[in-house]
């Protein structure tokens, strides 16, 4: 399997430009469900196999968990502030750097439970958005400006691709 299948098991993100309420609505009960299909995908993982990285150069599980907790805070602070200022610019943070940092030590229960209460409060915001707060916008160091229909679709994918990464050297190591 190449280095990219094995970084991106389910492809890069792709837009979709102008999505429907129906896509949106799809894109927010995914969001609710991922904490669950993330807890079953690490429930029975030793901590060895924690400490395995999901491909060559790559996190391990346990910072993968960790890094799904730490981008979740993120995007939910992105969106509280597009949705209360005007184009506010959103933060970016070192991801591989904070990878590093102690705390991605931790068992990983803790950013399953931080997980599974941000994504219910997340998912609350989400459904309560009218059409018109999609277009919403902020501005990332990164990507630039962006409105809530890139935001969400994004976050939705980042969930998926992680899960994916999980589920893919599961299925690899045969666990």
């Known amino acids: 399997m190449s280095t990219d299948n094995l970084r991106y098991p389910i492809g890069p993100f792709e837009e979709i430009c102008d999505p429907s309420a129906e896509q949106r609505g799809n894109w927010i009960k995914e969001i609710g469900r991922m904490p669950s299909r993330l807890r079953k ?91 018109w707060d999609f277009a919403r916008t902020f501005t990332s160091p990164t990507n630039g400006l962006m409105t809530l229909d890139t935001a969400i679709q994004r976050f939705e994918w980042h969930g998926r691709h992680h899960l994916a990464q999980i589920n893919s050297l599961k299925k690899r190591m045969g666990w």
């Open 41 to 131: 995908a690490v429930e029975d993982l030793s901590e060895e196999q924690l400490a395995v990285p999901y491909r060559p150069g790559g996190w391990t599980i346990r910072q993968v968990v960790h890094h799904l907790a730490d981008n979740d805070m993120n995007s939910y602070i992105r969106f509280k502030k597009a949705m209360t200022e005007e184009n506010p610019a959103a933060s970016t943070y070192r991801q591989n750097m904070w990878a590093e940092l102690n705390d991605y030590e931790a068992p990983i229960e803790a950013s399953l439970v931080l997980i599974e209460a941000l994504r219910s409060r997340f998912s609350v915001l989400l459904e309560g958005m009218q059409a």
